[in-house]
């Protein structure tokens, strides 16, 4: 009999993983809470660095589920270790057994809001990273405005900032922004585009590559300095005050749209999990890996194991790579 | 501007705020600056809303000024602070509210410190106990008297008598409003709205038919900043401040400008004469300046009280454009009789800023 | 004007949408590279003018881009060529500075 695997999340990694566990033979069931898989990725239009469509990603994923039994607009509603497997209660009234679990349960974009000063939901025209893309995605937003002459990108939004609660870096929004301020920039040719970072952390393939194209040839005004207050002008307009660091003066600018690049907290979904499987949280608020370095992948306890973005932020390819990586650990542990 | 963004982020800071019983803390400077609205704070609240408010003459200055313009160490500061919390107990109360932006932050600096460091707290009683021979207990609820008036922000507008409204047009008056450093930017919980956007004053505003004006440098400081006026050297800084704040409002024609810290209106007031003095600019119609209120003198405007007897006639910038719209009556000729209609002679005009 | 003894003091914010960068734009069609830069400040650390004269190709880049002045900074530079040899992003600091300068004389 197929050795069954429950999989916590829809997201890339939860499809991937399945996709792989079946083609190893065994048969896993991917339980996702909301009715469309591909989590954020299914709602993101362009991925870094070679500018995929997220969609034709997701549309790919998805056509590897055959034969996967997925629950969509599902959750896990408690789940408790038996002697050499795992009873699963679901939401739709479903009870599994199942001999392992994959937490691919990703994660929450930071709630911008909480940066009172950045004005999100108050003014007009401050979006986050999110907004965007979907709006790339052809979703309508109001808060886009017609014409922009003026575009803003505000770099660590609830990232590095151990008074939002998160102390590390969520790593993808930097390289994030250099992709969406040139997007704009192609867009919007009129528009000046400034970034405004602490540091630019752009450690992958090619992302470097985009920060020059960025500089040289779409003129992105890279503004080194945090973005401290953010007000409304008399015709709706933004003005933002930063410092700039390297010139050791204060600025100001007045923009037609301020983008906030979130960054990635821990989905609660897992940490709501993580008590009844006795999980532990790391310090960064992710789930705890048996180790950082060859054991990112378990949990340490038996036949559990981990997958993307719910230890840490992680970029698609890093994701995809944990989730076919998961997959083999599962099945090696199904063997053993 | 979403208002909706803005009630979210209210309903997050919401602060307990007794409705009764309070032992008032006056501030030092106030009485001088705006010498009416102490006096008419009381008036509100023990003889319009029938508020049981306890006024000693006993009770010093709290060392905030001196404390901020580091003239005295925070200690004897604390312990001048310790001796206001024992006269409000041993006037048998619990509550204390403060009339000063500043004392409001250093009572609440302190008690933090001292919900901190205990053992500090310890000292301070026997510091206390050694040069006074006194003991207090700790405020319950402290709150500042902004904090109360918006509490009554609605008992107020019931007994309106004029409406932040222009009479003419019907239109309500575009009010900016300024909230003092102090008030909330060291602890955000302690303040009603948090930091960002402060509903103390907006939420009076509102309640007496009033619009507010959010203008990119709202939360900018009005330009007191302490050592920044206090030391001459520095007060171009000041005035600087308050420029750049009344630039940023300018585009939206502000009828008036309410406060609620001591420094906020002096500075915003007389700093219009300078800055008229120095640049030949003014910043309401017709060569006035934008009139400056705390929100007593508001309140007071609302409930139909002379604007004589709330002491307007010792503000720089003229009040009367507010007046006129409002449609509050008032006999031009009595601006500048005291009590006992005693003359108190007229100012010299400036030559730019356009006064009475 | 009456005298208070104090002034208003004038403001050091740069506004960058009001910031003049004609010049900037006048270096990059004949020094596109200039764009490049990231501030590193290898070229001011090896510069044998910076210590003594404040010359600095980073600052002189980043001024540039906010509207400030320049040409105080390109006199003391003495063509040596070593920022050039030095910067990560091979911008030809030298050839830079030859078209600066032509730039600064021609407004």
Known sequence: ?336 | MIYKGKQKIWSDYQKEIPDDHWFYARSCIRQNFFPASEKYFLEIGRNVLGRDICDTEHHTTCGGIAYHSDVIPQETAMTIVARQFALMTEMGYRNLVASCITSFGNYTEILETWREFPELEARIREHLWKSCRREFEKPEYLAHASDLMYKWRNDIAERAQYRLVNKDTGEPLDIVEHIGCHYSKMFPHKGVGGAEYPCVLSGMVESWGGRIVDYPERRHCCGFGFRQYLVKANRGYSVSNTYKKFESMEPFHPDGIITNCPGCPYFLDRWQYVIAEQTGKTYGRDGFGIPVFTYEELAGLVLGINPWDLGLQLHQTAVEPLLDKMGVAYVPADKYLGLNREDLLRPELPSVLKCF | MKDFGFTLSPSSAVSLDKVDSRLWHKLLETSPDAAVCISCGSCSASCPAARWSGMSIRKVLLALQRGQSVAPMLSCCMLCGKCTMVCPRGINTRKLILALCRICEKP
């Not at chain 1, 989590?39 to 969609?55: C, I, N, Q, T």
């Not at chain 1, 007009?124 to 907004?131: E, G, I, M, P, R």
Request: aromatic fraction near 8%; glycine fraction near 10%; proline fraction near 3%.
């Open chain 1, 1 to 336: 009999m197929k050795e069954k695997v429950l999989i916590i999340g829809g997201g890339i990694a939860g499809m991937e993983a399945a996709r792989q566990l079946q083609a190893l033979g065994c048969s896993p069931l991917l339980v996702e809470k909301e009715h469309g898989l591909g989590g954020h990725v299914a709602r993101w239009h362009k991925l870094f660095p070679d500018m995929l469509s997220a969609e034709s990603l997701v549309t790919e994923l998805e056509a590897g589920l055959s034969g996967v039994t997925v629950y969509r607009h599902t959750e896990v509603k408690s789940i408790n270790r038996l002697k050499d497997s795992y009873s699963v209660k679901l939401s739709n009234g479903e009870n599994l057994v199942v001999r392992a679990v994959l937490l691919a349960t990703g994660f929450r974009l930071f709630e911008a809001a909480k940066k009172e000063e950045y004005g999100y939901g108050v003014y007009d025209h401050v979006v986050t990273n999110a907004d965007l893309e979907a709006w790339m995605n052809g979703f309508p937003d109001e808060r886009m405005p017609e014409a922009p002459r003026a575009v803003g990108f505000v770099h660590c939004v609830g990232s590095r900032d151990i008074k939002a609660g998160n102390s590390q870096c969520s790593k993808v929004c930097c390289m994030t922004a250099v992709k969406q301020a040139i997007e704009m920039r192609e867009r919007y040719p009129q528009a000046e585009v400034y970034c405004f970072y602490m540091d630019l952390r752009l450690f992958g393939k090619k992302y470097e590559d985009f920060y020059i194209g960025a500089q040289r040839d779409f003129g992105i005004h890279f503004i080194r300095g945090r973005v401290s207050e953010v007000g409304e002008t008399i015709d709706g307009r933004v003005q933002v005050k930063a410092e700039d660091t390297l010139l050791g003066k204060p600025v100001k600018v007045i923009l037609d749209l301020l983008v906030l690049m979130s960054g990635m907290v821990c989905n609660p979904s897992a940490s709501a999990l993580a008590p009844q499987l006795r999980l532990e949280i790391d310090s960064d608020g992710f789930l705890r890996s048996r180790d950082n370095v060859a054991g990112i992948l378990e949990s340490g306890r038996p036949g559990i194991f981990y997958a993307g973005a719910c230890t840490g932020t992680k970029t698609v390819p890093e994701t995809l790579a944990e989730a076919r990586a998961a997959a083999l650990r599962i099945y090696q542990y199904l063997q053993a």
